[in-house]
T-cell receptor
């Protein structure tokens, strides 16, 4: 299957700092990437849909100024958690939609811990 | 919006047993997907289904795309300890919609 690389896999930061998470499609061009948040033992919660060259579409209840998304190229999307607080601690997962039928392939996730 | 009902929510089985889980929706989907998520990892695609009635296997896994295009099931035969994890179904019809997951525990 297609390969999606997500970095870093784990980050610990102090409250008030910003954290950037990268998502790369390694062997295909992804016009659309997705960012999810997952709480322990819960399902994937879609945060936003990132389209190359245009503004991301955020789901209801997700603060766009808090979670900045940039999709600057067909292989890279970034999520920046600005002024992180302990309640932002979570598992963040990206996925990229393949040209073939739009099937999503997921990154390995980023565990964010805000102290 | 579109919603998927995935069941069961969790399963505790003995090694060697067969497993069955399913997803239903009030909406029609063009594609059904099944993913598995190991702890601390992202979901991995197991099986993709593209046609109503399609039955597809991947090793010990078998999945079917319902005739009505509103449901799908996943079967795992002769379960082994490494089958533990969370299984998600996803329906695609423009936008992807994910089920809430089935957590599988396999006792050796």
């Amino acid at each position: 299957g297609a390969v999606v690389s997500q970095h870093p896999s784990r980050v610990i930061c102090k409250s008030g700092t910003s954290v950037k998470i990268e998502c790369r499609s390694l062997d295909f061009q992804a016009t659309t990437m997705f960012w999810y948040r997952q709480f322990p033992k819960q399902s994937l919660m879609l945060m936003a849909t990132s389209n190359e060259g245009s503004k991301a579409t955020y789901e209801q209840g997700v603060e766009k100024d808090k979670f900045l998304i940039n999709h600057a190229s067909l292989t890279l999307s970034t999520l920046t958690v600005t002024s992180a607080h302990p309640e932002d601690s979570s598992f963040y997962i990206c996925s990229a939609g393949t040209p073939l039928r739009g099937i999503q392939y997921f990154g390995a996730g980023t565990r964010l811990s805000v102290l | 919006g579109q919603q998927l009902n995935q069941s069961p929510q969790s399963m505790f089985i003995q090694e060697g047993e067969d497993v069955s889980m399913n997803c239903t929706s009030s909406s029609i989907f063009n594609t059904w997907l099944w993913y598995k998520q190991d702890p601390g990892e992202g979901p991995v695609l197991l099986i993709a289904l593209y046609k109503a009635g399609e039955l597809t296997s991947n090793g010990r896994l078998t999945a079917q795309f319902g005739i009505t295009r509103k449901d799908s099931f996943l079967n795992i035969s002769a379960s082994i300890p490494s089958d533990v994890g969370i299984y998600f179904c996803a329906g695609q019809g423009g936008k992807s919609t994910f089920g809430d997951g089935t957590t599988l525990t396999v006792k050796p």
